[in-house]
């Protein structure tokens, strides 16, 4: 699971860096190739069975939050640090709980429901809104993270009736389909010498770290795992000064050790509510 976080957020930087010529849609669409890519392996070893589902019309919409919270992210990085961006995505843990709550009618105790009030205002610690310090396409990376907590909730639904290849391959074909469809519009020829290796290499990353976020979900249970997902900031800082020079402010790292710090108290608290 660690590595798998560093191979995505290596994947970021690499996003950013195509966000200066391309299209946010061409950059998801190229990324999505890698995982579709690995899908197109699974399936020829495991058959098409892979691809019966329970709930086939949520594993579509599944997709859909896919392509919405990729799309987002990739859009907003091009305006904001890599650090800051993937400190207010660390808002989702909390969006989840709430959904679980009024969707799922999952049972959410009084101190969890604190935790995550706390961790709302950790994110306003980075925002910062109305101070003008933060650029307003940190609005997208909530938006994203919205889309994100959507689909761990459809995750949830779905984990007890359809196996996690079979959800992976559906985000894989549903995801490129989409992406597919707008992707004459904005389709810019890269360039061979440097924006094609770029593309080239964040598929690579994509796929490498969905397959070892894949086989850590079949060795350990997610609640066990859920933590190592805050190493993000750690790698998201290092990947944006040694590339483009960006480090987070004081308040940056106050909201992040404030969400960081409520999200693994909720996460112990699910661990202890489903033992």
Avoid at 44 to 69: F, H
Avoid at 176 to 191: E, H, K, N
Wanted: charged content about 10%; proline content about 4%; hydrophobic content about 55%.
């Amino acid at each position: 699971m660690a590595f798998g976080m560093f191979l995505f957020s290596g994947g970021d930087a690499l996003a950013k860096l195509l966000t200066s010529e391309l299209h946010p849609i061409q950059i998801v669409w190229s990324r999505q190739l890698g995982l579709l890519f690995g899908v197109l392996i699974l399936l020829a070893i495991k058959g098409r069975a892979m691809l019966l589902s329970a709930n086939p019309k949520l594993q579509i919409a599944r997709g859909v939050l896919a392509v919405g919270s990729a799309t987002l992210f990739v859009a907003a990085i091009g305006y904001v640090p890599l650090a800051d961006a993937v400190a207010v995505t660390f808002v989702a843990p909390f969006m989840v709980t709430v959904l679980g709550a009024l969707v799922l009618k999952e049972r959410v105790g009084r101190r969890r429901w604190v935790a995550v009030g706390v961790g709302f205002v950790g994110t306003l610690i980075v925002i910062r809104p109305g101070l003008g310090v933060v650029h307003p396409a940190m609005g997208l990376i909530i938006l994203a993270a919205t889309c994100f907590a959507l689909r761990q909730i459809l995750s949830r639904v779905l984990s007890g009736g359809d196996s996690t290849y079979t959800t992976v391959a559906y985000t894989a074909i549903t995801t490129s389909f989409l992406l597919t469809l707008p992707l004459p519009f904005v389709w810019q020829t890269p360039d061979l010498t440097t924006e094609l290796p770029l593309l080239l290499g964040l598929a690579v990353l994509a796929a490498g770290g969905e397959t070892l976020v894949i086989k850590s979900l079949e060795l350990a249970q997610a609640v066990v795992l859920a933590p190592v997902h805050y190493s993000l900031i750690i790698w998201g800082t290092l990947y944006g000064y040694f590339i483009f020079g960006q480090l987070p402010d004081m308040w940056t790292w106050i909201g992040a050790a404030v969400i960081m710090a409520t999200g693994l108290y909720v996460i112990h608290r699910e661990r202890i509510a489903r033992a």
